[in-house]
């Protein structure tokens, strides 16, 4: 059986739009009938040629202000008279052993990466109730599904977005919200990712370890792309998911399933 995918007449807002999971994101949405809202702290000028092929609208938005949160879906309704899929994708990584966190780091890792996402839910549940419901994504990661040492606060930052996800599904289901969460990791070519990989002493061998820690990674010998992400998003906002909330998918090649077999 063949399904397609149609969102036609439907607008969608992607936080952290510029580059990545959301930049690919915006784009899937848009090629399949989407108005989106590449909603950004900043915007990148090599975006501006596909994006204006795709009328995908450049939004300055910095999601640790709920007030730029607010203003944002307000002008995606002003544009079209509706919101119905919003997907917060923006994040930030906190790579520091707790005795080294200041209250500067945590703030900016909660307030990014969790505040952003709730109070872009909070802002989203009136414009979608008024049009019969509509699919928010909460873009978590790996380390939502699994603590990890390295970064405590960025995992307890994914940790809670993926309990948020679960409790704002229960508090929205009558209103036809459906809220679920992606949970990615390795995935090459984002911001975050490489800004990891020219901190490294040795990228390569860097490279090399995140590849080897997800099992199907390793199967074949690359990290997760940014479409592939994207293509899961878009399943979760499509009507194919009318019965999907509260999940938190594992885009992550076996990462999170424990320690993985060894490398041949």
Known sequence: MTVTIDLSGRTAIVTGASNGIGRATAILLAEHGATVLAADFQQARENA?????????????????????????????????RLDILVNNAGIGMVKPVEEVTEEDWDACIDTNLKGAFFGCRHAVRPMRATGGGAIVNMSSNAGLLPRSHDPIYSISKLALVGMTRSLALCLAPDRIRVNAVCPGPVGDTA????????????????????????LAAAWDRMISPEEIAASVLFLVSDQAAMVTGTAIGIDGGKSLGVPPPVN
């Open 49 to 81: 040629e596909r994006f204006g092929e795709l009328g995908i609208v450049d939004l300055p938005c910095d999601v640790r202000r709920e007030t730029e949160l607010s203003s944002a879906i307000d002008q995606a309704v002003k544009r079209t008279g």
């Open 192 to 215: 975050m990712m490489n800004a990891d990989l020219e901190s490294a002493t040795d990228p390569d061998a860097m490279t090399r370890a995140m590849i080897a820690a997800s099992p």
